[in-house]
């Protein structure tokens, strides 16, 4: 999923409404670490991450997904 928002550059926004149209849920820490690795620093991965979600899936699954992506990342 990571190559489609950074070498594609297409919206994450779009992408995440793509998988959810279908049933699917990507993978964080993937794209999470991913990211990282193409040098987007951690702070700036979980903002975008966190709004993206919140527009896509809605303020409910952002509240739970903040929290249980910030304990992934603390383990």
Known sequence: MFPLVD???LPLEVVLDKLKEHGMMPDWLDFYESAVS????PSGVAV????A???VYGPEFRTEWEVRFKALMDS
Do not use: P, R
Request: net charge neutral; proline share 0%.
């Open 38 to 41: 193409a040098g987007w620093k």
């Open 48 to 51: 975008k991450l966190t709004e």
């Open 53 to 55: 979600v919140g527009d």
């Open 7 to 9: 070498t594609h550059g």
